[in-house]
């Protein structure tokens, strides 16, 4: 008979069977305040920028006045922007309006050597790199899982799928994996959508071949929860079920939860 350790929390048992892990992650808030923060202002910064390109491109090309009309038009509808899709929406506008302000630079080549003009081409692409680095907490969330670890026996490499990503309700969330060194990178979320408010995130995946055999013993080991994440976790579960061959005479199962070693039981088998 063997002796099956299922050791939960920050590490919990995997078997040579598919483990389903239920990691239901409540209160995402996202780093939102922050982030926004951050981005609004920037933004800030960018319309004044945009203001002092104006003004510069006037002084060499005045009869361009259609041109300084819509980036004017473009800049004041996104300052007057309410939520962070409304915003959205205006500053893909107000881009759009910039383009064809810098065409019309591309005529005049006293303007492209203007130093003053270079500057403030250089203060915009780099406002704009730190709102694409604040944009990335208002999009999803990003998760590594472990894939690939080295032990004393040798090196391990688990077998590892997503079955779905979605809210309390089960609506899907779109999602992107990727593998990244001795990680699966899983990135949750739409580019062209902002994240808001608290929300929920369920990801049901498997897992397969990380089970460590003893003699006495086989033994489950896995992190539920994983480390280095930007969001708060207010609730964590975790299902491992046997394949349907074996029989409930055949095992006798323990589960532990806790950290390394610990004898907490903060769970049931059966």
């Known amino acids: 008979m063997y002796v099956f350790l299922f ?11 598919i483990v389903g892990i239920y990691n239901r992650l409540v209160g995402s808030n996202i ?5 926004w923060s951050d981005i609004d202002v920037q933004l800030k910064r960018r319309y004044d920028l945009i203001g002092n390109l104006v003004e510069t491109v006037k002084g060499y090309a005045s009869h361009e006045k259609s041109v300084f009309e819509e980036v004017t038009k473009a800049r004041s509808v996104a300052m007057g922007a309410g939520n ?10 107000l881009t759009s309006t910039l383009k064809t302000l810098f065409a019309v630079a591309e005529n005049y080549p006293e303007l492209k050597a203007n130093q003053n003009f270079l ?6 692409e780099e406002t704009e790199n730190k709102i694409e680095s604040s944009r990335r907490y208002y999009n999803g969330v990003v998760r590594d899982i472990p ?5 004393e026996e040798g090196i391990y490499k688990l077998d590892f799928r997503v079955l779905s990503v979605v809210n309390e309700t089960g609506s899907k969330y779109r999602y992107d994996t990727s593998t990244k060194g001795d990680f699966i990178s899983i990135k949750i979320g739409d580019p062209d959508i902002y994240v808001t408010g608290k929300n929920i995130y369920i990801i049901t995946y498997e897992m ?5 055999y ?21 609730n964590a579960s975790c299902k491992v079920t046997l394949p349907q061959k074996v029989k409930s005479g055949d095992i006798k199962l323990t589960c532990y939860t806790g950290k390394v070693k610990s004898q907490e039981k903060n769970c049931e088998s059966e």
Do not use: C, M
């Open 7 to 17: 050791i939960l929390a920050i590490i919990v048992a995997i078997g040579a069977f």
């Open 31 to 35: 780093k939102v305040d922050a982030a």
């Open 84 to 93: 962070p899709a409304e915003r959205a929406e205006a500053e893909s506008g």
């Open 119 to 124: 500057s403030l081409q250089d203060d915009l």
């Open 147 to 151: 894939i690939r670890y080295k032990t």
């Open 208 to 212: 397969s071949g990380a089970l460590n």
């Open 214 to 234: 003893f003699d006495e013993h086989d033994e489950l080991y896995w992190n539920v929860t994983g480390n280095n994440w930007l969001v708060n976790i207010n």
